[in-house]
């Protein structure tokens, strides 16, 4: 799915995403930054909890959100971005369920959180609207 990789990459050119991917609900990675991967194990808990699944949120409660292998705390699902967010110290996390994809992507130091969502919810609205 090489066309995925173009809004990878326009997300890495705001400077507002330090590192991005674009999974199937299924877990199959589309399109990612490089250096940076979801595992099955990350995105299950994460996939679950966009799905509403009340367990798999009480897992990222008691053991944070995980990311490339980087644990960020669980800040909330918040159902209006149809999102799962995390933070860690001045850098955060976000996966974004669109109806046949997740968006995962990270900011680090520097980047106003709001500038971050901003961009990633432009790409998610993008591809909802798109049927994808």
Not at 14 to 41: L, N
Not at 80 to 108: M, P
Request: net charge positive.
């Amino acid at each position: 799915m090489a066309g995925w990789q173009g809004y990878i990459d326009n997300l890495i050119k705001t400077k507002a995403v330090a590192k991005a991917a674009i999974f199937g609900h299924d877990g199959s990675q589309w399109a990612t930054s490089p250096g940076f991967t979801v595992s099955k194990a990350e995105h299950q808990p994460l996939f679950g909890a966009l799905k509403g699944e009340g367990s798999a949120t009480a897992t990222l409660q008691a053991g944070g959100i995980k990311m490339n292998g980087q644990k960020f705390m669980f800040l909330k699902v918040d159902p209006v971005l149809d999102a799962v967010i995390g933070r860690k110290g001045d850098s955060g996390c976000i996966a974004a369920k669109t109806a046949q994809a997740v968006i995962y992507a990270i900011y680090e130091n520097g980047v106003q959180p709001g500038d971050f969502n901003k961009e990633i919810c432009r790409i998610q609205e993008y591809l909802k609207t798109s049927g994808y």
